[in-house]
T-cell receptor
């Protein structure tokens, strides 16, 4: 089935460690996005990529990094510079034909 | 995830009743609006969308109304079912640029039998 796969679903990290969240899509979408979701708040954009080998900072990019070496893959690294990394992270891709944004099932990161 | 719904406004309805969830959007230049449903521990799912040149759009059991004068969006769910229990949030797309969406915080819908 076509869709977006995020892994891992749950991740625990010690302070000071970097961690990478995986996002893979087989929808053949050019544009991909990473959002952060905190309790009681709307989704906030971390990074986005409109095409392979290109990506742009979103509204809250500090402490995060991404790469887009393949169309299918858009991994997010949460670095030790991110002051409050505990959150639910959502990856999405955009269908330019329908205008629909497809989301993965999310990854919950907890910093111990 | 499980804690997404904390601190959100909650709408409690009886099974079979109609539900109306409201959303105020922020940007007069927004040209496209979407409603999403998010169940606990899962990613958001597309429900219905509407473009700014429309006032109303209907889907299966759902209707979205757009009032551009007051920048208000509503989602109506007919004959609400227990499976409709989730957090619902709206998103607006600001025209131009890279398809940037601005998301609302959401409303928790609790359906009681």
């Amino acid at each position: 089935d076509g869709g977006i796969t995020q892994s891992p679903k749950y991740l625990f990290r010690k302070e000071g460690q970097n961690v990478t969240l995986s996002c893979e899509q087989n929808l053949n979408h050019d544009a991909m996005y990473w959002y952060r979701q905190d309790p009681g708040q709307g989704l906030r954009l971390i990074y986005y990529s409109q095409i392979v080998n290109d990506f742009q900072k979103g509204d809250i990019a500090e402490g995060y990094s991404v790469s887009r070496e393949k169309k299918e893959s858009f991994p997010l690294t949460v670095t030790s510079a991110q002051k409050n990394p505990t959150a639910f992270y959502l990856c999405a891709s955009w269908d330019t034909n329908t205008g629909e944004l497809f989301f993965g099932e999310g990854s919950r990161l907890t910093v111990l | 995830g499980e804690s997404v719904g904390l601190h959100l406004p909650t709408l409690s309805v009886q099974e079979g009743d109609n539900s109306i969830i409201n959303c105020a959007y922020s940007n007069s230049a927004s040209d496209y609006f979407i409603w999403y449903k998010q169940e606990s521990g899962k990613g958001p799912q597309f429900i219905i969308d509407i473009r700014s040149n429309m006032d109303k759009r209907q889907g299966q059991r759902v209707t979205v109304l757009l009032n551009k004068t007051v920048k208000h969006l509503s989602l109506q769910i007919a004959a609400t079912q227990p499976g409709d229990s989730a957090v619902y949030f709206c998103a607006e797309r600001v025209s131009g640029g890279y398809n940037k969406l601005i998301f609302g915080a959401g409303t928790r819908l609790a359906v009681h039998p």
